[in-house]
């Protein structure tokens, strides 16, 4: 206690305090007295045996409520020290997440500042900070909180007097800070300067005994301030150094300190002080940013700042970069909206879209925004040379069966029905708007070796639904027929969501994730089929309109394809699956201790793990040797 109560001694000229700091000092050190006797008289009057018994009643949070309602009513004679202790029993007593106690202290802090804390609002807030670090551990999240709720107050309603006394006491605190007598977070200490809006004429008043300022105490604060932003500098606190010259309005440091922080990765920073520095700074920066490739960054800083005209290249080529990372995702919709109309970077998504063979988006596109003189355009052969995709013709797929009517569905289940493996999948519509509930289900694919299924579900659904439960459950809940899937956890979610009144989506028999068989390699089931079947999966459709009637035929081979692929991919897996023989390069491929029967929620088995159902083991091998 008696650290925060002495003369302030710092580690500079100035060592002088003024006759009104020295009252100031002696005022708050009878404070701090008398809060401890007030603290004291708490413990007199049974506060913690009263807490106890409360907790036992589970009324904890209720009671710790009342005693901080009650004792911030009125601040007016409530001194910081039994105002900190009351909200740290407040913090410790609560029984909600930190993150949750945090928030809703701070808006507590917020409304008692309104009840008269004395002499003012920042100047109580100052006062606490001077507390604080008697509170250990507390002091660093509780910084931040009361200086928090002071910057939401100060929006508000401001006092005058309180705010210019409190701008000086900031900036000897912020000195207190620095010369060590007084330990705070350097985080804090910018929040600090910021809250406050010190000034270096509010620190120089306290860098020379002299009543009059005069010039040569500014000069000293600066000194002060730049030795100390050299010595953030230093340590690679650039954030902080940065947040310290914007707030002095130092400018001395040039581009050899801009070029610092990108060498040290210290993006946000750099960002930051070219910002604060100007244009000219801005596109030194851009320019950097070109010539180490870092595109994105370049991007960003053109787009913020309104730079498009001075790096008109730039712009481009990074638009153009971000439109072919969302068209390799197959997120067609998402990268025409990021044209923004632009007819050059329209163009480009019709050629990247000519690439991927995706015919019928380069015909959207061309009648949508009246492009001509695609049709003569030849794609490189490097391209298509390099994405070598799997045929449906490769797998031997006879036919491709639409089903949206009753009699096709039943016709479709009886097929089903014969056959022991099959390959499931699901598609629907890409929703891109945050905060709106997922598309239903569109479709769902069942294959078997030779045709593959579709299911409108939504007609489906409208039309028979009870037909369509009871045909989809004796598929899927048929302990007879095993189950393929490529991580089924989400379609199986998606179902529940999208046909909740189904029955048939709330439990599943014998269901092989494969994806849980194998680590599983970059691309998904594309990766995974290039891995095993030596070429991937055209992933361009995966995000087109599935609630479009008709389908194209690209998208229906493009469905059938997702779910038979699964087929081969498990006889490859049967096929390799013997025990191991002690040869390397040879690896046993456990794939039945992966077969699980699911009710409602699915989650996946851990990898290794042994089933517990003895029966199926018999059904496995069946399954095996029938494929």
Sequence with gaps: MCTYTKSYKYNFAAKFHTHKNRERNRSLKNSFRLSLRIIADFSGMGLEERLTDLHKKNEKTEQTGTICVHAFSDLTYISPVVFLYLLKECYTHGTLKATTKFRALQHQVYQVLHNDPQPGPSTFVIQCLYVLPIFGIYCEGFSHLIVSALRRYLKLATNQADSLEAKDLAGQLFLDIVGGSLNHDERIVVKILEVFDVKLINIGKFMCHAKEMNDSSSDAAKKFVEQYIFGLVESQSYMTAVSLLEQFSIRQSGKSFLFTMIQSKEFKAADKWATFMGNQMLCVLVQEYIDRNLLKHAYDIIKKN?????????????????????????????????????????????????????????????????????????????????????????????????VDEVDGLRNATCHIEGCKVLGLDCEWKPNYEKGVKPNKVSIMQIASDKMVFIFDLIKLFEDVPDVLDNCLARILQSPSILKLGYNFQCDVKQLAHSYGELECFKHFEMLLDVQNVFKEPRGGLSGLAKKILGAGLNKTRRNSNWEQRPLTQNQLEYAALDAVVLIHIFRHVGSHSQPATGNEGHEKIEWKSYIVSQMDNIKKPKKGMKSKKKPKEAQIDEHCQSS
């Design 306 to 402: 309104n730079l498009r005209q001075e790096f008109p290249d730039v712009y481009h080529k990074c638009k153009e970069s971000s439109l072919k990372k969302l068209a390799e995702k197959g997120c067609w919709e998402v990268a025409e909206a990021k044209t923004n109309g632009d007819r050059q970077l329209l163009e480009y998504l019709v050629y990247l879209a000519m690439e991927a063979g995706y015919t019928e988006k380069v015909d959207e596109l061309c009648d949508r925004y009246s492009l001509t003189g695609f049709l003569d355009v030849n794609v490189p052969e490097a391209s298509l040379l390099q994405n070598r995709f799997l045929h449906l013709n490769e797998l031997a797929v006879e036919e491709i069966i639409w």
